[in-house]
């Protein structure tokens, strides 16, 4: 069986790497790598309410959960943030 080199291990966006490095929260661009799509369609599913795992915003600043990112990395099931489309307010 192979090992992982500690690069494999290590890469930027795998879970064990964003529990050492991230806060309590992340970038939207960042969080879309770790789920392997583009920042653009990131934003798109924040607008449209449908990014997999919870968001914050603040005023004009969207930030992505780090505990909730990492449960959706981990289990595979996406984990919404219910917030209404377009409108930035929780329901």
Same mark, same amino acid.
């Given at each position: 069986?192979?090992?992982?080199?500690?690069?494999?291990?290590?890469? %930027?966006?795998? %879970?064990?790497?964003?529990?050492?490095?991230?806060?309590?929260?992340?970038?939207?661009?960042?969080?879309?790598?770790?789920? *392997?799509?583009?920042?653009?369609?990131?934003?798109?599913?924040?607008?449209? *309410?449908?990014? %997999?795992?919870?968001?914050?915003?603040?005023?004009? $600043?969207?930030?992505?959960? $780090?505990?909730?990112?990492?449960?959706?990395?981990?289990? *595979?099931? %996406?984990?919404?943030?219910?917030?209404?489309?377009?409108?930035? $307010?929780?329901?």
């Amino acid at each position: 069986m192979h090992k992982l080199s500690n690069e494999q291990q290590d890469a %930027p966006y795998s %879970p064990s790497h964003i529990r050492a490095t991230w806060g309590g929260t992340g970038t939207v661009q960042d969080a879309s790598r770790a789920f *392997g799509f583009s920042r653009s369609k990131g934003y798109d599913l924040v607008r449209r *309410g449908e990014f %997999p795992c919870r968001v914050l915003r603040v005023g004009r $600043t969207t930030r992505v959960v $780090t505990a909730s990112l990492l449960r959706v990395l981990e289990s *595979g099931e %996406p984990e919404y943030s219910g917030l209404h489309p377009g409108r930035g $307010t929780q329901s």
